[in-house]
């Protein structure tokens, strides 16, 4: 029997409807979420995924500032602009687009961002509380995971959980919030030895690496869960003779769908709720600055 189709898209589309109720909510109270996106240069496809931001900001009555700011520009005019960002009080959320030229290194820039303003929640401070349960705000693809597992119907408590990939804003913060509901959870990276031995008995399977393919049917416990967060830009026939772009996960979907219970397709899965989240992260900030504020 082949898997059923987790439908990103659609889950997206609630998170959305959720968060707009919350923005009404919060301009009644005097109180309109601002977010402000920094794009650096011009990386391939920047532009155009920044203005696909500003209408899905638009969409729920979120206000977006894009800060576009030269190739030429420093590390230290970078931070500079985060810095004064931090300070606005009408910005409520700051997001860092990647990547970045080659002579600045991201991790020192978004460790400027306020955690209490880092919708994508990538600072320390709030990747540091994951793991102890309590992130001023989660990182976004991990919060899209743990939503698209609630959606499959699996219980946590008890399963085994395998987490391929672990990476500081994925891997990693999906394992501990695994471990948060009881989940029994195996970590595998690039040095796991016999990868297959482990992912075989994962009642739920995420995958996050940047490898198409990596994970086929033999490493698929029949009826499992499986999460796919990787997202490539690969070349195929068109048909024609010629090549194409096309966007692959790091699971082959074709050969797991018919073993596995569930399934994330690439596109269509992770993608759409980590952008949702983003916007639920958004209005989350707001919040969070509001309890913080001196009575």
Same mark, same amino acid.
Request: proline fraction near 8%; charged fraction near 20%.
């Given at each position: ?11 997206? !589309? ?10 009404? @909510? ?12 920094? +794009? ?7 532009? /155009?995924?920044? $203005?696909? $931001? ?12 894009? *800060?576009h700011l030269p190739e030429t520009t420093t590390q230290a005019? #970078? ?5 004064? #960002? ?9 997001? +860092? ?38 992130? /001023?705000?989660?990182?976004? &693809?991990? #919060? ?8 499959? =119907? ?26 948060? $509901?009881? =989940?029994?959870?195996? =970590? *595998? ?9 482990? &992912? ?7 995958? !996050? ?6 994970? &086929? !049917? ?6 499992a869960v499986v999460i796919d967060v990787g997202i490539n @830009? ?12 096309? &966007?692959? =996960?790091?699971?082959?979907? !074709? ?41």
């Open positions: 029997m082949a898997a059923t189709i987790i439908d990103g898209k659609a889950v997206a !589309a609630r998170i959305r409807s959720d968060v707009a109720t919350e923005v009404e @909510r919060l301009v009644a109270d005097g109180v309109r979420p601002r977010l402000a996106a920094v +794009l650096v240069g011009e990386p391939p496809a920047g532009r /155009i995924y920044a $203005q696909s $931001q500003q209408k899905q900001c638009n969409s729920v009555g979120i206000e977006y500032e894009l *800060c005019e #970078l931070i500079e602009r985060i810095v004064r #960002l931090n300070g606005d009080p009408s910005v409520t959320g700051i997001m +860092l687009h990647m990547p970045l030229p080659e002579a600045i290194d991201p991790p020192q820039v978004q460790f400027r961002i306020d955690p209490y303003k880092d919708v994508e929640g990538v600072s320390p401070a709030n990747i540091g509380l994951v793991f102890y349960g309590e992130p /001023i705000i989660a990182p976004c &693809t991990a #919060l899209s995971v743990v939503e698209l597992i609630r959606e499959s =119907g699996v219980t946590i408590r008890g399963a085994e959980i395998v987490v391929v990939g672990q990476s500081d804003i994925v891997g990693k913060p999906v394992t501990m919030f695994m471990l948060e $509901q009881m =989940g029994t959870v195996t =970590g *595998c990276h690039i040095a796991t030895r016999d990868l297959s031995a482990h &992912t075989r008995r994962a009642d739920v399977l995420i995958v !996050a690496v940047g490898k198409p393919g990596l994970i &086929t !049917a033999d490493h698929v416990k029949p009826g @830009r690969i070349k195929v026939p068109d048909g024609k003779g010629g090549r194409i772009s096309a &966007t692959i =996960g790091d699971v082959d979907f !074709a050969s797991v769908a018919p073993v596995a219970g569930a399934v994330t397709p690439v596109p269509g899965g992770v993608g759409p709720v980590t952008v949702a989240m983003l916007l639920r992260n958004t209005v989350e900030a707001v919040r969070k600055q509001r309890e913080a504020e001196p009575s």
